[in-house]
């Protein structure tokens, strides 16, 4: 059972576009959502995350949405670079415990220059 | 400071050939974890650890096996290679709040991956 599925697969956006990748949860008991960030050859970064008490929170041109009644979230990636090309993974956890995080299968973002 | 050392970063096993990666981190992280990343698949915890000396499985750990003998490493062993263990291999570390207050999520910090070939 996928608990978290991420949408779409493959995104191409031109340059100073607006990259959307989305997700959505099934485990009411998730409260930490974080987006990491891959480069090929490398383990993925932590990029931004929110937790469901706030609706949206914005780190320079990258904004994640939430919204909890519908059990989604988004990344928005504004102004898109070429440098932004890389592999997005949204994830959920819960806190407390081991705070195990649920990945979804990832998002490969191209930026067209 | 090097974060998280994944030792080695290739390998190529025949089946049945058994093998150890190993995870060092230098951050003094609580928790430890093993991820294999596949194609389409994204990132499927196989063990993790909350602790030195504790262990315990995610979602796919059959066919692997772990030790935290100090907190700063991790091992994640095949006993018995298959070629669908050929995947790329991450390990992450992550502090968490102290018990007592309000428990907090902290990143999980990744190393580079070791790509596994089973032949």
């Known amino acids: 059972q996928q608990q978290v599925k991420q949408s779409p697969q493959s995104l191409i956006v031109q340059k100073g576009g607006i990259s959307i990748i989305n997700c959505a949860y099934e485990n009411t008991a998730f409260d930490y959502f974080p987006w990491y960030q891959q480069f090929p050859g490398k383990g993925p970064a932590l990029l931004i995350a929110?937790?469901?008490?706030?609706s949206e929170k914005k780190e320079g041109r990258f904004t994640i949405s939430f919204n909890k009644s519908a059990k989604q979230f988004s990344l928005h990636i504004m102004d898109s670079q070429p440098g932004d090309s890389a592999t997005y993974f949204c994830a959920a956890s819960r806190q407390g415990g081991s705070e195990k995080l649920v990945f979804g299968k990832g998002t490969k973002l191209t930026v067209n220059p | 400071n090097a974060g998280v050392t994944q030792t080695p970063k290739f390998r190529v096993l025949k089946t049945g050939q058994s093998m150890t990666l190993l995870c060092a981190q230098d951050m003094n992280h609580e928790y430890m974890y093993w991820y294999r990343q596949d194609p389409g698949m994204g990132l499927r915890l196989i063990h993790y650890?909350?602790?030195?000396?504790?262990?315990a499985k995610g979602e796919v750990p059959d066919g692997y096996n772990v030790s935290r003998l100090k907190k700063q490493n991790f091992l994640l062993g095949l006993e018995s290679a298959a070629p669908s263990q050929t995947s790329v291999y991450f390990c992450a570390s992550s502090y968490s709040s102290a018990e007592g207050r309000r428990r907090s999520n902290q990143p999980q910090h990744f190393g580079d991956g070791t790509r596994l070939s089973i032949l």
């Open positions: 650890s909350v602790g030195e000396g504790t262990t």
């Open positions: 929110i937790r469901p008490d706030v």
